[in-house]
């Protein structure tokens, strides 16, 4: 049984920094695209970053060139730093297992970290 365990979240000013983290059980995440989505309040849940399992990422054009997301296989986890948060990026952000190797959908959701971007 796959697991995804977020922390990291937490309530920040306008152009502040934060990085999430997750944490993986339950399979063998090395092989595993992974991702992180994120949900705002009253709006579809909406990709934010992925990257496969050579490394390769993905950005929406939201946040390119603020958000960097990178994994560390060696500890099953799955990191993404924000950087030059927005009032915009306040949402709820999931960690995801895509079901292959690269940027496919999510199979497993994690159960997700607040983040509120806030003076």
């Known amino acids: 049984q796959v697991q995804l365990v977020e922390s990291g979240g937490g309530l920040v000013q306008p152009g502040g920094s934060l990085r999430l983290s997750c944490v993986a059980s339950?399979?063998?995440?090395?092989?595993?695209?992974m991702g992180w989505y994120r949900q705002a309040p009253g709006k579809q849940r909406e990709l934010v970053a992925v990257?496969?399992?050579?490394?390769?990422?993905n950005y929406p054009g939201s946040v390119k060139g603020r958000f960097t997301i990178s994994r560390d296989n060696a500890k099953n986890a799955l990191y993404l730093q924000m950087n030059s948060l927005k009032f915009e990026d306040t949402a709820v952000y999931y960690c995801?297992?895509?079901?292959?190797?690269?940027?496919?959908?999510?199979?497993?959701w994690g159960q997700g970290t607040q983040v509120t971007v806030s003076s």
């Open positions: 990257i496969n399992i050579n490394g390769m990422t």
């Open positions: 995801t297992q895509s079901g292959g190797s690269g940027w496919s959908p999510p199979k497993y």
């Open positions: 339950g399979s063998a995440f090395s092989i595993y695209g």
